[in-house]
């Protein structure tokens, strides 16, 4: 690893004032930074600057950058052909990457799986399959919870800064249910949050929306932009428990949470509860652009004839890039190094919540942690200093990020050596330390 990065100044800002220029401000860029190359765990950008990468692609590549599987398989697959349209000429590697996601995915079996590019593609899809299946027309989200950015999955997302605000009208015929007791701080016994819960579903279906006009509840595990707070095992319980008494479709939302980052491929093996419908995305295909739903076979198969797909879904260089990353993730057991990488990392968060005072909240599930970062006087989120954590980080050579503003999150590879998991810690216990 290199010594703490000095930032040059060069082909980055160059890079910065063309892209003011045209591209629109509105996505946002964790750092003032081009990439020129990347391998595993670590970044390097194009002033020759290396990064340890703890942000991994907003969580796509829990197998790193360009593991030499995934390389070797698009390659592979390139010499062959690009893209025939699965609608047009189908392929065989989309058929075994369906049976062997069957086979993984904890639904009730038999399962069934279609291809998408996006998380909010497949989120917007589940829906679609939960309410053709059901005949209903009501869909139950998550204050604080993230689906994507298209029409119906910002209509789902649970948070209006900077997502909703000025994008509506909104897809009709969604409810919530609340942040608490579901996630949050507080510390409830288990029966406490199983009481909550069953109150909050009560309030649900006497006060918005009656149990029988709702297809689906989608819920994250572990919210993801909505700051890292995994969901109460008890309160869930009584949600899925609510689906099934009611004829609910519940879908698993593990986009961010899936693909081992929680110590278990999925995450709501860890929480033991068993999904109709999971939607997965981002670490699936190790950075290439696939999503999936994969669910019951009887919903799955509700939908005519044309009513699903789109015309890069399941595309060829995709469907061989998440083989190899089925093959990584088993072979190298990055789901239960993902716990050890969880382990390493919360006891350095709480080592430094003793320390800091600008460290709030820590918490986490596997490697899926996150760090609060609030004001020492107050205690109150502090999205600025957190800020100036990831900022700090970066000077020293780390690439980290935020979620929700003021929750500092690790998505690092589960690929990650001790070596430099160690060295990341270290500088982002700097950084929090520079900005106390
Ligand atoms: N669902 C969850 C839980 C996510 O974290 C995200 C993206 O962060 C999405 C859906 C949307 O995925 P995409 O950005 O690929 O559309």
């Not at 980290?400 to 001790?418: C, E």
């Amino acid at each position: 690893m290199a010594p703490p990065v000095q930032e040059k100044v060069g082909r980055n800002q160059q890079l910065l004032s063309r892209r003011a220029e045209a591209v629109p401000r509105a996505p946002f860029n964790v750092a003032p930074l081009f990439a020129d190359r990347a391998r595993g765990s670590r970044l390097w950008d194009v002033d020759g600057n290396e990064y340890l990468d703890f942000t991994g692609g907003i969580g796509t590549l829990n197998v790193g950058h360009n593991h030499p599987r995934v390389v070797d398989a698009i390659r592979h697959q390139l010499d062959r052909f690009i893209h025939t349209s699965w609608h047009v000429v189908m392929y065989e590697p989309y058929v075994r990457l369906a049976e062997r996601l069957n086979a993984l995915v904890p639904v009730p079996p038999p399962a069934r799986t279609l291809f998408f590019n996006s998380g909010a593609e497949a989120c917007e899809n589940s829906i679609k399959i939960a309410r053709i299946a059901t005949g209903r027309p009501a869909v139950v989200a998550f204050e604080r919870g993230f689906h994507g950015r298209t029409q119906l999955a910002m209509s789902l997302t649970g948070k209006v800064h900077p997502y909703t605000a000025g994008f509506g009208p909104f897809a009709p015929e969604v409810y919530r249910l609340p942040f608490e007791p579901f996630f949050g701080r507080h510390q409830r016994t288990d029966a406490q949050a199983a009481e909550e819960a069953r109150e909050a579903l009560d309030r649900l279906f006497s006060y918005h929306v009656e149990p029988e006009s709702i297809a689906g509840v989608i819920m994250e595990p572990v919210l993801g932009e909505g700051g890292f707070y995994p969901v109460h095992q008890a309160a869930l319980k009584v949600l899925v428990e609510a689906c099934r008494e009611h004829g609910i479709v519940f879908i698993d939302d593990e986009v961010q949470a899936g693909f081992g980052r929680c110590g278990a491929l999925f995450a709501c093996q860890r929480l033991g509860v068993q999904p109709d419908i999971m939607v997965l995305a981002k670490s699936l295909a190790g950075g290439v652009p696939l999503s999936a739903v994969t669910g019951r076979a009887e919903l799955m198969d509700a939908a005519k004839v044309g009513g699903l797909g789109g015309t890069y879904g399941g595309n060829a260089l995709a469907c061989a890039a998440a083989h190899a990353v089925l093959d990584i993730m088993a072979e190298e057991r990055l789901p239960e190094r993902a716990e050890a990488i969880g382990a390493k990392v919360m006891a350095r968060f709480r080592d430094l919540a003793k320390h800091q005072g600008c460290v709030g909240d820590v918490r986490g599930l596997g490697a899926m942690c996150a760090l609060e970062i609030v004001d020492p006087a107050t205690g109150a989120p502090d999205p600025g200093r957190a800020g100036k954590v990831v900022a700090g980080a970066r000077e020293r050579g780390l690439l980290i990020m935020t979620a929700s503003g003021n929750v500092i999150r690790t998505l690092m590879p589960l690929t990650i050596s001790d070596e430099d998991l160690q060295r990341g810690l270290e500088i982002l216990a700097a950084a929090v330390a520079a900005a106390d």
